[in-house]
């Protein structure tokens, strides 16, 4: 297969994921996440997502597990309605997708559901709450990339820590690259069978680059900066390229999101690094909300022991934030 990356933050690669990578994953996702042959899958995930393609289709398939395909996750009010008529067991999705489901089903719509996984984004406390006191579902978050067919991490039932992506599945190695500025944790490089061929460029779409970093080739820059704890537990603090340096220090713009979601939990948030004449960088946050007020950041910030540098300087009120087919925002 070659699925294109979302091209959240520059244009789009092809990535080559042979038959050997989208096998390993099946294998990996297998061994994490007990997907049983009686299970009902509801997959409304679409299939130029590796997320779509091989955990929520080939995982399935390949074990001889009924699979439902629905052609779009933003019809909010259908698929909960569509997972009680089907008595679908599994579902996957997205923090975006869920929060959707979540808010406009009728508690008894996922009675039949036993497991839900989600990737692709980062879980919400306020999704997360909400699915636990509605529908008695822990939420098993997930982690991974299209270069890595594309699971690395997931919570399941065996092993679960709430605001982590859970543990590498097995047959993944990894190291942490330093970052300066970044005391816990690092940049996430990985190696296994499921890690792609390589790349296709945009500027070289006839030739195959394959993944190498400094200790050799077969390995992959994630471009994810992580921290693993003592027990293996994966937290992932950003993408490298969304951390902002600011007097030094460098602030992790999905903390500043997660901040506003903290903040307006009912509303969509996007952080942005713009270049600054004194500081270097700043901090600007798009948000839905209506007639933001910074003031009531500064006070969640103070609450949570958050310091002046995650606070944005500006903050601008608009009617959507974009996003990709994937459900991530269109950067």
Avoid at 154 to 174: A, D, F, W
Avoid at 212 to 237: K, M, N, Q, S, Y
Avoid at 302 to 316: D, N, S, T
Wanted: one cysteine or more; aromatic letters at 6%; hydrophobic letters at 40%.
């Amino acid at each position: 297969a070659i699925l294109f990356t979302s091209g959240s933050d520059r244009e789009p690669k092809g990535v080559v994921l042979t038959h050997r990578n989208l096998l390993a994953n099946v294998a990996q996702a297998r061994a994490a996440l007990d997907i049983m042959p009686r299970d009902v899958i509801l997959n409304v995930l679409p299939m130029f997502h590796a997320f779509g393609l091989t955990t929520a289709t080939l995982t399935p398939l390949l074990l001889g597990t009924r699979v439902i395909l629905y052609p779009s996750p933003l019809h909010y009010h259908i698929i909960p309605e569509l997972t009680y008529e089907r008595r679908a067991t599994v579902l996957f999705g997205t923090n975006t997708f869920l929060m959707g489901y979540g808010r406009h089903a009728d508690p008894y719509d996922f009675s039949s559901v036993r497991l839900v996984v989600m990737g692709a984004e980062p879980l919400r406390e306020d999704t997360r709450r909400l699915w636990v006191e509605k529908f008695g579902i822990r939420i098993s978050e997930g982690y991974g990339l299209t270069e890595a067919s594309p699971v690395l991490a997931t919570n399941s039932r065996r092993h679960h820590r709430s605001g982590t992506v859970g543990k590498l599945l097995p047959g993944i190695e990894y190291y942490l690259e330093p970052v300066e500025g970044i005391a816990e944790g690092g940049l996430l490089c990985v190696r296994g069978a499921n890690v792609m061929a390589g790349y296709l460029l945009p500027d070289q779409p006839d030739h195959l680059v394959p993944p190498r970093t400094g200790r050799g080739p077969g390995w992959h820059d994630t471009g994810d900066i992580v921290r693993v704890d003592a027990e293996g537990f994966v937290t992932i603090l950003g993408r490298a390229k969304r951390f902002a340096k600011l007097g030094g220090e460098m602030i992790s713009l999905a903390m500043v999101e997660q901040l506003a979601a903290d903040c307006w939990p009912e509303d969509q948030h996007a952080a942005l690094n713009l270049p600054d004449p004194v500081k270097g960088e700043n901090i600007v946050l798009l948000t839905t909300h209506r007639d933001p007020d910074r003031h009531e950041l500064v006070t969640i910030a103070h609450q949570e022991g958050l310091g002046e540098l995650y606070i944005p300087r500006r903050v601008l009120a608009v009617r959507e934030i974009p996003l990709l087919g994937s459900g991530k925002p269109d950067y």
